[in-house]
């Protein structure tokens, strides 16, 4: 199985450039979410969802969109990106969002200039 | 003030000690304690998952929560090389458990 797919691996943007991080899952998992990993900060939730057609926002939203039209795929969006936003960003997927541990992708390297 | 705070490392130990990794927490409302371990350029993959207090033990992983303290550990015997990685505690509340909140991480290095 390939679990949490991300796609690219690393990407390096201009400041106020747009672009999609992907997301896909092979579990038939019910839940997904995107996390940002930073230096003394952890892991901090951006968005997440529940099911197909059903997104919600977490601790850091702002900068993020996201959509999930398929259980499979959950994309995220860079509007217009900034500095503050070079970071490493996770997938993660669990099979429910009850009391299910996250399965993770190995992540895709950002850095805005 | 954090939700979690997880000693901040890093670690170094000679092959074969006993590692002991540690968080506390502050929300009373947490009932699930997970353990990660994140390999470099990796994503983080679960290691241990426990619900409430109490001891879990997996061959040489042991993780432990004390929920009248509001403080987990994860004690690693035997130690190898191989367990050189961040380790990351989690925490969630009964109602999404996918909303986890994560420690900073405390990476080990395990000599050999």
């Known amino acids: 199985n390939a679990g949490v797919t991300q796609t690219p691996k690393f990407q390096v943007l201009k400041t106020g450039q747009s672009m999609t991080l992907q997301c896909a899952q092979d579990m038939n998992h019910e839940y997904m979410s995107w996390y940002r990993q930073d230096p003394g900060m952890g892991l901090r939730l951006i968005h997440y969802?529940?099911?197909?057609?059903?997104?919600d926002q977490g601790e850091v939203p702002n900068g993020y969109n996201v959509s999930r039209s398929t259980t499979e795929d959950f994309p995220l969006r860079l509007l217009s990106a900034a500095p503050s936003q070079t970071s490493v960003y996770f997938c993660?997927?669990?099979?429910?969002?009850?009391?299910?541990?996250?399965?993770f992708g190995n992540g895709t390297r950002l850095t805005v200039t | 003030q954090k939700e979690v705070e997880q000693d901040p490392g890093p670690l170094s130990v000679p092959e074969g000690a006993i590692v002991s990794l540690n968080c506390t927490y502050s929300n009373s409302a947490f009932q699930y304690f997970m353990w990660y371990r994140q390999y470099s350029r990796k994503g983080p993959e679960l290691l241990m998952y426990?619900?409430?207090?109490g001891n879990k033990e997996d061959g040489r992983f042991t993780a432990q929560v004390d929920k009248s303290s509001k403080y987990i550990s994860l004690f690693i015997r035997d130690s190898q090389p191989s367990d050189s990685a961040t380790y990351l505690c989690?925490?969630?509340?009964?109602?999404?458990?996918?909303?986890?909140?994560f420690g900073d991480g405390t990476t080990l290095t395990v000599k050999p």
């Open positions: 426990t619900y409430s207090s």
């Open positions: 993660a997927s669990s099979l429910t969002r009850y009391n299910s541990p996250l399965h």
């Open positions: 969802s529940v099911g197909a057609g059903i997104t």
């Open positions: 989690a925490m969630s509340a009964n109602t999404n458990a996918g909303k986890s909140t």
